[in-house]
């Protein structure tokens, strides 16, 4: 069990080197593929700092099933934690004007807009909305999109009139970030889905505070994703550079945390990050139905829209003569 596994080490200051080594106007992406996608590692592990050379190793594993990791995506995790200071967020929000133009406005923190690592974020948020929506296969045999749970409930219920806006977040779940001297280890993280209701209404009635208020086919709906996220990142690849991605942040927080930093300012202010174009707005996805309410014998007649995003972040814990702090 030992030698089960075979791990990568991918040393930031060689790839640098290959860089500053790439004959002008020519894409180091294109000449040195390998040093582009992190020599292959598409599952992160953690890393090592050493000191004497101030080299950054990073470590991980080839995990066929994973989407490609690159340093495009290590460097856009570097600026939003030590220029922007934020965590990596895309969203996509109603406005005031939502209800007459039917659009919403996509949001990005952290600097990740017009990166490749922003637009997979979208994509993801997009397609996890989509799939709620019933508007795309979530390519998972035996999975029920949000609306056809929403539905079942639906026509059980007495009320004659629902209206509902539910967000709906990619999150982290157990992250496992362990730091100690200048070696991080990475273990257990996982990505979940989870449901926030913005408003309500019943029969017309708007619901003050609507935190209280459960959206069950929500969750229901955000704890089949999370449980069979795996299989829905063989469908949907951007699901899972989700996961790659969250890996990478939790390695960049774990750097914050180190008792001596290691210089990344090469990375932070000089290495060109290939510009992808993210949009700004998208059309809302809402679905309307009415029909007879079987208990009541009324009719129910609402529709359904939903918003919500990624929020990419990790807890670094300091190792230090044994105790966590």
Known sequence: NIHANEYIAFSLKVAQQIILSTP???DYRKLHPEAFTLGGITAMNGLVYDRKTGDVILVGQRDPERAILTLDDFVVALRARFIHGKWPVVSIDPTPETEKTQMQVVRFEGGIEDTQFGQDLFDADYRLKQIGMG??????PGFKSNWDLRMERAKQQTSKGFKIESRFWFYPVLPNVSVREDVVAIKGLKVGVFTEVMSAEIDGKKIEDPKPFQDTAGDEFAKQVTDKFDAL???HPSFSRVHGLDEIVALVNAIENMEERPDLDW???KYQVKRVETAREVKALRKHE????LVSGGYYDGYYEVSGGV?????ALRFKKGDIT
Do not use: C, P, T
């Open 24 to 26: 002008q106007g020519k």
């Open 135 to 140: 508007l795309l296969s979530s390519g998972v």
């Open 233 to 235: 990142s063989k469908a």
């Open 267 to 269: 990375w932070l202010m």
């Open 290 to 293: 009415n029909y007879q309410v």
């Open 311 to 315: 929020q990419l972040m990790a807890i």
